[in-house]
């Protein structure tokens, strides 16, 4: 079997032809979304993240800020900087990019944010509302790799979901998606010691774990679905998932690409939830 692709790129620019729509409707009713994204040091993965959100925005006419501060701000002033844009009218999202240095606590940065502009929906309160279904921003990469998988109308309900990766960001919350789309979910981690036994009982193998080539063909099932979260630089400087794509191909159904994979849904995500806090303001 050969995989076919899951374009996250593809998927990505219908959803933001529909958000273009959505932000146009907006405008009529006097309301331009506001996003403001804030970033500390001179991180150039971070800055070149920073620049590509600012320009997704542009393209569906959300109107954004990007704040710019010195690795050596302190926490203090981060955290009223953040205070300031809550009770700002013009803006809707909030993102401070991570990592963060580490004198800054990243806890008391995403506990600062307003949870109704908590876009990236990182907050305690929007994990919360998640976990127990209430209307939430839902964190973006997985609600990106469940906006791909249904998409291309691949069945979820009833399947074994096996997400590589527990972290706050990627691996917990997709775990609760796809608890909430009614899948069986099982969760590995760097201390899982069967890992290839339990990655082979997956239909939908979701790898979040940083580490390239961690999982091959040899790991997956046939016919299962393959979405490589991962983004690492390979010895030869190029960008690669964490699936050795060549023999995961040959087993999968449907596969992810990297790059043009999940990373351009995680922004799609973020101007949808950018778009839903807007939304509020006209009610
Ligand atoms: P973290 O480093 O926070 O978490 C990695 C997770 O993988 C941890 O739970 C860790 O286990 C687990 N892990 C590490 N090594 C292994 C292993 N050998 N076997 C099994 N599990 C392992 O990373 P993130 O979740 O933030 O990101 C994961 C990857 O996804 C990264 O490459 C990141 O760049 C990428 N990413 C891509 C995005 C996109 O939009 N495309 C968005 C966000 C992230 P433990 O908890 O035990 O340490």
Do not use: W
């Not at 959100?53 to 990007?66: D, M, N, P, T």
């Amino acid at each position: 079997m050969t995989a076919e692709l899951i374009s996250g790129k593809e998927v990505a620019q219908a959803k933001r032809q529909d958000l273009k729509q959505q932000a146009a409707a907006l405008k009529e009713k006097g309301i331009v979304p506001g996003l403001v994204v804030l970033l500390v040091g001179e991180n150039p993965a971070s800055l070149s993240y920073v620049k590509g959100k600012v320009k997704a925005c542009e393209e569906v006419g959300i109107y954004s800020e990007l704040k710019r501060y010195p690795e050596t701000i302190t926490e203090e002033a981060l955290l009223k900087e953040i205070e300031h844009y809550n009770k700002a009218d013009h803006i809707d999202g909030i993102l401070v990019q991570l990592p963060l240095p580490d004198h800054i606590s990243e806890h008391k940065v995403i506990d600062t944010i307003s949870p109704e502009k908590d876009v990236d929906g990182f907050h305690p309160i929007n994990v919360g509302r998640m976990v127990t279904g209430q209307d939430a921003f839902l964190s973006c990469t997985p609600y990106g790799i469940v906006e791909m998988i249904k998409y291309k109308n691949i069945p979820i309900s009833g399947k074994h979901v096996v997400i590589v990766g527990r972290s706050n960001i990627v691996g917990k919350p997709a775990s609760l998606l796809f608890l909430r789309e009614n899948a069986t979910v099982s969760i590995a981690h760097s201390r899982t010691t069967n890992l290839s036994e339990i990655t082979r009982q997956a239909d939908i193998l979701v790898v979040a774990a940083g580490r390239e080539n961690l999982v091959s063909g040899d790991d997956i099932k046939e016919g299962a679905v393959v979405i490589d979260v991962g983004m690492n630089r390979s010895a030869k400087g190029k960008l690669v998932g964490d699936v050795h794509f060549e023999s995961a191909k040959e087993k999968a159904s449907y596969i992810t690409p990297i790059p043009g994979g999940v990373g351009p849904m995680t922004i799609t995500m973020l101007l949808a939830n950018t778009l839903q806090s807007a939304k509020k303001r006209s009610l």
